[in-house]
């Protein structure tokens, strides 16, 4: 009879195995929010690169959904989106995309709007949408700060250059030979203050210089330094002309020789700028060849996209670490667990148990007497019950209120079954492992009823091996099989509670 009861055992762990295995399939195929759990909106925007289904959307700086499709109507991208039900979400709510870091992880944030608004209808439109510019901006500021330049210099040339450069520079001399000895001084003033601006815009240009030849830097580097130029240029401009329409007495040579050293300058400076935009344009440096070579930048919008899928998954995984007690009564004793819960989404999770158990593991040994003593035979079975850790290792997918898991469970396969009541404050736990055992006659069916008492604190109560009759150790009298009431409790810690927690902890 024994030897029917073992294959019935096996068939019956693959037959349900497999049941439990092709539901958590269809349930983790599903994922995302349901249709009971968020709420359904849309919105259009002008630009929506960087943005894909999954994308995040938070509330400061906390995920409350997430974006379900994007599609093209017309010129414009219809982003549909979930958002949970249990955030208020009206008529007036604002939708801003917005950067994470400067390898284009892009997210929404979502301000849900004035509590004086209607709310926000199942299938509704979200009409404020915040756009954010990429690198289109940064081109087009480049082309604003290229024209200002072609200004400064057409303004140059037009005061100093040809006829009428000639006729201001011999007003300048009978202006200067006039001078009163208060304007000598002014005049003198507005010079070191030229010199200081020239050294100021040649230190830039050699610093531009600088970061070309090392094939280094960035297009917002090469912006920011020509802002700088074009600031520093407009003052020498304005300090020119200020010079032009006043008069006075002083050295007529050193003023006329300060105003060409100046045009020397401002020559060489624009003649850096004109080396770094054509190696730019030629391809050549690390900028040049991002800029020009396609292949390149399809790798490297290839890679950002690849690290900020990785970045998204990782800056949203959620962990839980808790402790737990419970007594048994049968067994006279305490069985402890340490639990780590890692929750990439919010209806997915793996769960990481190490488990003290007072009933412990047993081993089968066969020992050889040679020769045997009267009576006994040959070769003798002895088990062995003794003290060790287990540890479990479960995966769990959640469908509304339901959530199932399979894995380890306490060093032996096993699967398991969730219930959850009023928002996640009661929770029915099912679990069902140790199939092939010798030691209990059926599986090891356990029930438990976990309530949320407190913030962060629970407390539980059940009954475990249900349906095996009590079986106790000859020796040590410890119940190895057999039904066991127990009841205790536990505290678990959240992300944002050890952050808050680990700072406080004394360093060696």
């Not at 249709?35 to 995920?63: C, M, T, V």
């Not at 349906?467 to 039904?483: E, Q």
């Amino acid at each position: 009879m024994k030897k029917l009861v073992t294959p019935f055992r096996v068939g019956l762990l693959v037959l349900v195995t497999g049941g439990f295995l092709f539901g958590f399939i269809l349930f983790t195929r599903k994922g995302g929010l349901g249709e009971d759990e968020a709420l359904q909106a849309y919105a259009y925007f002008r630009d929506a690169s960087g943005l894909g289904p999954k994308s995040r959307i938070q509330i400061a700086g906390l995920p409350v959904g997430e974006v379900e499709s994007i599609k093209l109507e017309g010129t414009r991208a219809k982003v549909t989106v979930r958002i949970r039900r249990d955030v208020a979400v009206f008529q007036n709510a604002t939708l801003a995309k917005r950067s994470e870091s400067l390898l284009g992880d892009y997210l929404l944030d979502l301000n849900p709007g004035s509590e004086l608004a209607p709310p926000l209808e199942e299938g509704g439109e979200i009409r404020k949408v915040v756009d954010v510019q990429g690198m289109e901006a940064v081109f087009a500021s480049l082309s604003q700060i290229t024209s200002d330049i072609q200004q400064v210099t057409g303004a140059l040339r037009d005061v100093l250059g040809g006829d009428k450069g000639i006729g201001s520079l011999e007003r300048i001399v009978d202006n200067l030979v006039r001078l009163s000895d208060s304007v000598d001084m002014t005049v003198r003033a507005s010079s070191e203050r030229l010199d200081a601006i020239l050294r100021n815009v040649e230190g830039v240009s050699a610093d531009v210089r600088g970061i070309t030849a090392a094939n280094e830097g960035s297009v917002r580097h090469i912006v920011q330094n020509i802002e700088y130029i074009t600031r520093d240029t407009r003052e020498v401009l304005a300090t020119v002309q200020k010079i032009v329409g006043s008069g006075g007495e002083g050295d007529l040579k050193e003023s006329v020789a300060s105003v060409k050293q100046t045009m020397n300058r401002l020559d060489r400076t624009l003649a850096n700028l004109e080396e770094v935009t054509t190696k730019v344009k030629n391809g050549e440096g690390a900028v040049g060849a991002l800029l020009t070579d396609r292949r390149l930048g399809q790798k490297l919008s290839e890679s950002v996209e690849d690290l900020s899928d990785f970045s998204s998954k990782l800056t949203g995984l959620q962990t839980e670490v808790g402790l737990q007690a419970t007594y048994l009564l049968e067994q006279g004793a305490s069985k402890n667990m340490l639990t780590l819960r890692l929750a990439p989404k919010p209806d997915k999770y793996y769960l990481l148990e190490l488990v003290d158990d007072p009933r412990g593991t047993t081993e089968v040994q066969y020992v050889q007497s040679n020769p045997p003593s009267s009576g006994d035979p040959v070769i003798q079975k002895q088990t062995i019950t003794k003290d060790a850790f287990k540890f479990s290792a479960q995966f769990a997918k959640r469908y509304y209120f339901t959530t199932l898991r399979f894995g380890i469970i306490e060093s032996t396969g096993g699967i398991g079954v969730d219930f959850h009541f009023f928002k996640d404050h009661l929770t029915l736990k099912l679990d069902a492992f140790n199939f092939s055992v010798d030691e209990l006659r059926f599986p090891r069916l356990r029930a438990s009823l976990r309530a949320q008492a407190f913030d962060r604190i629970f407390v539980t109560a059940g009954i475990d091996d249900i349906i095996n009759d009590p079986k106790r150790d000859l020796n040590t009298r410890r119940m190895i099989a057999g039904r066991d009431f127990f009841f205790g409790g536990g505290i678990y810690f959240t992300d944002d509670d050890l952050k808050a927690i680990l700072p406080a902890v004394p360093k060696p």
